[in-house]
């Protein structure tokens, strides 16, 4: 169990996360959504100690967050592993070295520079690539790879951490629909196969609804909603988007998922041997 307790964050004069209490049982899958600035990034990288902590405590099985250093902090950021919305592969670097990486906690070791890896970490890098379907990419370098696909190496990296909740942070904003549903239903498979908590921004509403156990609504650094999809009635998503009108409303109810809303898992695997994957 996470639990935030009266988190407040500013920078200068803003507040970027204003006297938050949240608590995530382990194995949910969780959307926070809100308009760009509502504070979302802040608090994804207070609980993974990006950014320095600010008021209030995070706990996590009796463990104060805050208060880590040195080697507990570096095994607390592996156990919430974070994935961003630009995917932060090292380019140059084969997918599979990336991957590996996840092992490491860091691309600057000489491990990485000498590409020396114990082969039971070989092993479990390939069975990630194997789960997120990229198996044939593995000895490609990153860049050559789709948006998508990247996002997807950037998963596998998390995977391989072991970690106990994935964070990820506008994963699919620079994705277009396809891609965006590919690695939204790899963040769902991985929650529901292994356990993980997930915990995902994402500026529109239609992946939230689609993909994840509960949402949390911020808006101006306050949490304005939170429950299931089924209870985010008009009036909760006005309480988000904010009353400038119901044409600012509509805008970010527009899906990012577009014409490719979610798929039975079945038809999945054909689609992507389609889409050339
Ligand atoms: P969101 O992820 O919902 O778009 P953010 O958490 O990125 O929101 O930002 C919340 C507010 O905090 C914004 O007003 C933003 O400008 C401010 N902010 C975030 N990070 C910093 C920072 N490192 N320095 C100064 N202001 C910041």
Redesign the pocket.
Known sequence: MLELRKITKT??Q?I?VNNVSLSFPPGQMVGII??????????LRLINRLASTGQGDILFEGANIGKLSGRELRAWRSRCAMIFQQFNLVNRLDVLTNVLIGRIGTAATLSVMFKYFAAQDRAAATLALDRLDLLPQALQRADTLSGGQQQRVAIARALIQNPSMILADEPIASLDPRNARFVMEALRRINQEDGITVIC?LHTLDAARAYCDRIVG?AQ?RVVFDGPPDKLTRQAVQSIYGDAGDADVDENLTSTLGAYPPIPAASRQAELADAGY
């Open positions: 920078f200068g803003t970027a809100g308009r760009s600035g509502a504070g979302k990034s802040t608090l921004n911020m650094g």
